[in-house]
């Protein structure tokens, strides 16, 4: 009799898939994973998930999937998509438990967006850019795997955005997207310079460096702004759209939109970009522990709100971190496993008020060896390239803490994105 009652004790603190599992995969899959997302394949049925089950477990452990680059060393972030450990051991320990699917109804997933937008935009549905099957065309010593898009927006005043949606008919392939809401016309010129969709070039602006409203990765599908602040979309935009593909093995016809909301709130603050970056990189063949970075100092009061990190595929891993007057030392950002492919627009959990005379510090560790598994050459080649917005940056998207420094911070910006543009021999520009 106790042995009995035991038992059922025991069966009734095994997890199932309806009681554990299913709603791991709605709070961490998915987003990419419900059949029309990013992810390859549906992850929402007992059969999808427990005939992956031991690849899953492998993913899991190797903090493969969901994917999510920054490490715990940083401050908290918004939307942590890591699973914690006790979640993956829930997970493990259904595998290992015979993967028992138990009783309980389908909870129905309701992702309607309210349609209260503002502004909208799109790339013309009639002629989609066709994106290869396979990579291959190399363009300044790289993999073409990107084009940059511009969809016209077309509004008639500032709009104080908070929040973005960016939908595509390839979301597969698809795999990342820097924003630039360019008001100058520079960027339709460019697109007008031939009769294809897009051009070949990445997505900045003059000075003005792709990301610098945000870029999303796989399955997010949108920026969104936390609450307080709002991103300025100057008069008669264009979105300039700098989009990263992964080739799926087949062609695929890609046209995108995007719908914008603005913000109600009347005391939102504007959030401004503040780079931090290395301009040029040199990298030898088989080179495997290049330390590159540099140091600005703040001459105004600013709260952090956002960071968007850049770096191309040789960088291994990058910290930004920065140190107050007093010596108070805070790690904003660091990621351990780089990988461009997901190198999203992350928000903190809060800001982080910086004072004037903190010390910024940036730092990205390049290995151009062959054992780097990202390196797009086996055998490894000369790396020598340059770019007016950095090679590798971090926008660190913050707000004045008086709003009569905004115009101050924006030119002291612009003053060090023009220093750094020492004389170079590189024509890569
Ligand atoms: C933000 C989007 C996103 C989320 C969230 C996400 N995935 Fe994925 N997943 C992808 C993408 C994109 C791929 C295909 C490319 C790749 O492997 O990076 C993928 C691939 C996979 C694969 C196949 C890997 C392979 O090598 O073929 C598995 C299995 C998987 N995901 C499981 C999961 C599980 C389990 C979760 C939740 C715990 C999850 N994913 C959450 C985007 C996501």
């Known amino acids: 009799m106790i042995e009995l009652l035991l038992c059922a004790i025991q069966e009734s603190q095994q997890p199932t898939w309806h009681n554990d599992i299913y709603p ?3 709070s961490h899959c998915q987003e990419c994973h419900d059949g029309h997302g990013a992810g390859p ?12 089950a031991s690849f ?5 452990d190797a903090k493969l999937m969901p994917p999510w680059l920054p490490s715990q060393k940083g401050l908290p972030l918004q939307g942590e998509r890591c699973m914690s450990e006790q979640q993956i051991e829930l997970f493990k320990s259904w595998v290992s438990n015979g993967k028992l699917k138990g009783e309980g109804p389908e909870i129905i997933v309701c992702n309607e967006e309210p349609n209260t937008y503002k502004l909208s935009g799109q790339t013309n549905p009639q002629t989609p850019w066709i994106i290869p099957a396979e990579s291959g065309i190399r363009w300044h010593e790289g993999v073409l795997d990107k084009r940059t898009f511009v969809l016209p927006i077309g509004n008639s005043g500032t709009v104080k955005a908070n929040k973005v949606v960016y939908q595509t008919t390839a979301p ?3 795999q990342m997207v ?3 809401f360019d008001g100058s016309g520079q960027g339709v010129e460019v697109d007008n310079w031939d009769a294809e969709p897009g051009y070949e070039m990445m997505g900045d602006i003059g000075w003005v460096p792709s990301g610098v409203h945000g870029k999303i990765g796989p399955g997010s599908g949108g920026i969104h702004i936390p609450k307080g602040y709002y991103i300025e979309i100057p008069t008669e935009s264009h979105l300039i759209a700098e989009t990263h593909f992964r080739p799926t093995g ?3 016809q890609l046209s995108s939109s995007v719908r914008i909301w603005e913000t109600s709130e009347s005391d939102a603050r504007k959030l401004l970009p503040i ?3 290395i301009r040029r990189i040199v990298l030898e063949p088989e080179e495997q522990h290049a330390v590159e970075g540099e140091s600005i100092q703040l001459e105004h009061d600013v709260d952090v709100v956002g960071i968007t990190p850049r770096a191309g595929a040789e960088c291994e891993s990058m910290r930004l971190s920065a140190t107050m007057p007093e010596g108070k030392e805070v790690i904003l950002l660091d990621i351990q496993k780089w990988d461009p492919h997901y190198g999203e627009t992350v928000f903190l959990e809060s800001p982080v008020r910086l004072p004037m005379g903190s010390v910024i510090t940036s730092r990205w560790v390049y290995n151009n060896s062959a054992s780097n598994p990202r390196n797009p050459f086996n055998p490894s080649k000369n790396v020598d390239l340059a770019r007016r917005t950095g090679i590798a940056h971090f926008i660190l998207h913050s707000a004045a803490a008086e709003s009569n420094d905004e115009e101050a911070i924006l030119a002291w910006n ?12 590189n024509s890569n520009e």
């Open 178 to 180: 820097g924003f630039v």
């Open 41 to 52: 394949f549906e992850l929402l049925t007992y059969e999808s998930v427990s005939n992956r």
């Open 172 to 174: 597969q392939a698809v």
């Open 56 to 60: 899953i477990v492998e993913l899991l």
């Open 414 to 425: 612009l003053k060090l994105l023009r220093q750094r543009q020492r004389p170079t021999n």
């Open 250 to 252: 087949k062609e695929e």
């Open 24 to 26: 791991l995969m709605l």
């Open 275 to 277: 780079l931090t970056m």
